[in-house]
């Protein structure tokens, strides 16, 4: 697969809108919080970078999921990142849209979009950043849109292409991959 070509695509348009995701028969609204979040990824506080997961589209070849993060200004990450120009950091956006390519492929795995009360969270590792594009900075005090794309899962590694959207603009784009250790 061309991931540099993919996301030079995918730098100035969204992979998707939750308006056009809910009008795909696949599609399913979400409303999941960090509670829910918790069971099927391993990431807790400080660092889980997801706060709500809004819908998923499990339809094969166009598996796609859509959460969000309320960038708070109190994060400890601006009293250095930086002081008289806030920014998030493009590591944290990517660290952000690797946790919600996780919770994708919880919905691809199980082919269900419910999270079951006794789901174990799954043991995983990244292994590559394919790509990835800075576009836009990402301010405090604002909600971002966070939109994954399934590209590959072989049962070992998946990879995902990844989108975070502030004020309708891509601020980052990326294709990275992880390895599943469960499996």
Known sequence: MDYENLLRQYRKSQIT???QLEKKPGFVKLDYTQEEIKKIIPHREPFLLIDRI??????????TIIGSRLISRSDPVFQG???????????LQLEMSGQLGLCLTY??????????KNTKAVSVRATKIYGALFLEPVFPDREVILISQKLEYNGYFGTVLSQVISDHKVCCASVAEVIFLDT
Do not use: M, N, R, W
């Open 17 to 19: 809108t939750l308006q």
């Open 54 to 63: 809004i819908g998923v589209d499990l339809t094969k070849g166009q598996e």
């Open 81 to 91: 990142h930086f002081p008289d120009y806030p920014i998030y950091p493009g590591s």
């Open 107 to 116: 919905f691809v795995i199980h082919d269900k979009t419910a999270i079951d």
